[in-house]
Structures are given as structure tokens and as C-alpha cells.
Nanobody, 120 residues
Framework: QVQLVESGGGSVQAGGSLRLSCAAS????????MGWYRQAPGKQRELVAA???????NYLDSVKGRFTISRDNAKNTVYLEMNSLKPEDTAVYYC??????????????WGQGTQVTVSS
């Protein structure tokens, strides 16, 4: 069993910053790509940022230059540093990880989601 536990969401004013964390635990042999998605009310879930095990990053165009994704492979943790937040960043943020478990199985896992609210 693998679990992803997120933390760091909250409410901020426009222009503020937040840092999200997501720690994976359980029967983990290896983790490939990790990422952050978000879903605003009435909208589809979208990929915000992703990072491979080797450190290659990609970002949603609207967050480039404001958000930074990073990971600590020793801690099986992925982070999302969010600066210059805008009201349109308001959403539930979910982390995702491509996990190989100790039985050799491989699948995506999701965190429970953390609310980010940016007020104008």
C-alpha cells in the first residue's frame, strides 16, 4: 500500500506565496515522475507542474516563472513553491506519483488534495 500525504495549502492574498509538500510512504521500490495537478470548481483537472526522477521539469504555461517544482528523492517528497499567486490559481491541488511497489507493480497514486484560495 502506498499513500501520498499533502500539506501546505491555505488562503492568501494575491501576490502572496505558498509552499505545498507531498510525501509518499508505504511499500515503495521506486518513484518515477511526480507532479502537481489542480482542479477549480466547474473545471477539469489540469497538470500544473511535473518533475522526473532525473529532475527534468515542465510547467503549465500560466504558472511559468511563478511556480517551482522540486523533489527530495531520499524523502520521497515533492514540493511546489508558488509565488506571485493570482485569484485564478484558486483550486484544489493534488499530487501524483508514478510508483513501483515492492511487489513489482506500477501505477499512479494520488494525494487527497489540498485547497489553495487566493483572494484579490
Amino acid at each position: 500500500q502506498v499513500q501520498l500525504v499533502e500539506s501546505g495549502g491555505g488562503s492568501v492574498q494575491a501576490g502572496g506565496s505558498l509552499r505545498l509538500s507531498c510525501a509518499a510512504s508505504g511499500s515503495i521500490l521506486a518513484i518515477g515522475a511526480m507532479g502537481w495537478y489542480r482542479q477549480a470548481p466547474g473545471k477539469q483537472r489540469e497538470l500544473v507542474a511535473a518533475i522526473t526522477s532525473g529532475g527534468t521539469r515542465n510547467y503549465l504555461d500560466s504558472v511559468k516563472g511563478r511556480f517551482t517544482i522540486s523533489r527530495d528523492n531520499a524523502k520521497n517528497t515533492v514540493y511546489l513553491e508558488m509565488n506571485s499567486l493570482k485569484p485564478e490559481d484558486t483550486a484544489v491541488y493534488y499530487c501524483n506519483a508514478d510508483v513501483v511497489n515492492r511487489l513489482g507493480g506500477r501505477r499512479d497514486y494520488w494525494g487527497q488534495g489540498t485547497q489553495v484560495t487566493v483572494s484579490s
